[in-house]
């Protein structure tokens, strides 16, 4: 098991950056597969990337967002820049041990064992 503990999240105006941090404690990191979640108010929890050997990342922060990962430190990162309002949310980490996971670089919450308590991200315009 891990715990997962997210920070940086803030009030920031369109087109700045924000980098938010997940630092995990508990079973072997190097084993799972991390990722970002945002909910915004009323919507679903949507994928926003990834991280197993390589990055993923979901279309709509694709150039924007950059995901990265430290396994020494056992902490994912996630730069944001040129942030919109529409990126407002509640941002959380995942963890999903790749030994037992049922599919590789999921972009679903399902697939998702672990959750931190998210960081809230509010972008005004």
């Known amino acids: 098991q891990v715990q997962l503990v997210e920070s940086g999240g803030g009030l920031v105006q369109a087109g700045a950056s924000l980098r938010l941090s997940c630092t995990a404690s508990?079973?072997?990191?190097?084993?799972?597969?991390m990722a970002w979640f945002r909910q915004a108010p009323g919507k679903e929890r949507e994928f926003v990337a990834g991280?197993?050997?390589?990055?993923f990342y979901a279309d709509s922060v694709k150039g924007r967002f950059s995901a990265s990962r430290n396994n020494a430190q056992k902490t994912v990162w996630l730069q944001m820049n040129r942030l919109k309002p529409e990126d407002t949310a509640r941002y959380y980490c995942?963890?999903?041990?790749?030994?037992?996971?049922?599919?590789?670089?999921?972009?679903?919450?399902?697939?998702?064992?672990?959750w931190g308590q998210g960081t809230q991200v509010t972008v005004s315009s």
């Open positions: 995942a963890a999903d041990n790749m030994d037992s996971a049922t599919i590789l670089d999921s972009r679903s919450d399902r697939d998702y064992d672990y």
């Open positions: 508990g079973d072997t990191f190097s084993r799972y597969i």
């Open positions: 991280f197993r050997w390589t990055p």
